[in-house]
């Protein structure tokens, strides 16, 4: 298995430009997960879906980031507009346990990051 | 917030000594999870230890578990060069479902 795939590995963009990052979870996953790591706030978890529907974004810091899982293989994150505070490596993550509450959750696989640069 | 919190923040050792960090917690879980960050990857899962469980081993590491004291430790044995990364627990507590993973612990292991 490839395991879980994130595009771009780095992206450099200037303030007010949309991000767009994207990830494809491990086939047969059912739950994926966005997270973002700063040297400040450490690993944040920003949104989560199950079965393709977002079950708490209660952690996306602001309307200007939104996340979309269209079918089981590919999820987006877009930011619009972009500010330098944004910056951070961006990490998806995947199971194949649901995440759902008394649900007993078990192993993320991550992919390798995208590392966003705002300038 | 935080669920996990580790300590120490960093650890610096020689190769061939045993490492030890620790994790504590707030609220109950149904289990705790160690993850490992090589710099510049992504965390990869090491070991999970549930909540009715007090030790488990997986190689060189061993985890253990005190729900009573609501914390975790593990024990890397005989540590490597290629040990040097840091090093996260996460919880996945009771009646949530989501998985918070603490600061880390960032280890340095010296050939």
């Known amino acids: 298995d490839a395991g879980v795939i994130q595009s771009p590995r780095h992206e450099v963009t200037e303030m007010g430009q949309e991000v767009t990052l994207r990830c494809k979870p491990i086939?047969?996953?059912?739950?994926l997960f966005w997270y973002r790591q700063t040297m400040m706030r450490g690993l944040e978890l920003l949104i989560y879906f199950n079965n393709n529907v977002p079950i708490d974004d209660s952690g996306m810091p602001e309307d200007r980031f939104s996340a979309k899982m269209p079918n089981a293989s590919f999820s987006t994150l877009k930011i619009q507009p972009s500010e330098p505070r944004d910056s951070a490596v961006y990490f998806c993550?995947?199971?194949?346990?649901?995440?759902?509450?008394?649900?007993?959750?078990?192993?993320?696989?991550f992919g390798e990051g995208s590392r966003l640069t705002v300038l | 917030s935080q669920q996990g919190e580790e300590d120490p923040q960093a650890l610096s050792i020689q190769e061939g000594e045993n490492a030890t960090m620790n994790c504590s917690y707030k609220t109950s879980i149904n289990n705790l999870q160690w993850y490992r960050q090589n710099s510049g990857r992504g965390l990869v899962h090491l070991i999970l230890i549930r909540s009715n469980e007090r030790e488990k081993h997986s190689g060189r590491l061993r985890v253990t578990l005190d729900t009573s004291k609501k914390s975790s430790s593990l024990l890397i044995t005989a540590s490597r060069a290629a040990d040097t990364a840091s090093y996260f627990c996460a919880t996945d507590h009771t009646g949530g479902f989501k998985t918070i993973f603490g600061a880390g612990t960032r280890l340095f292991v010296k050939a």
């Open positions: 086939s047969g996953h059912n739950s």
């Open positions: 993550a995947s199971s194949s346990e649901p995440h759902l509450a008394g649900a007993v959750t078990g192993e993320l696989f």
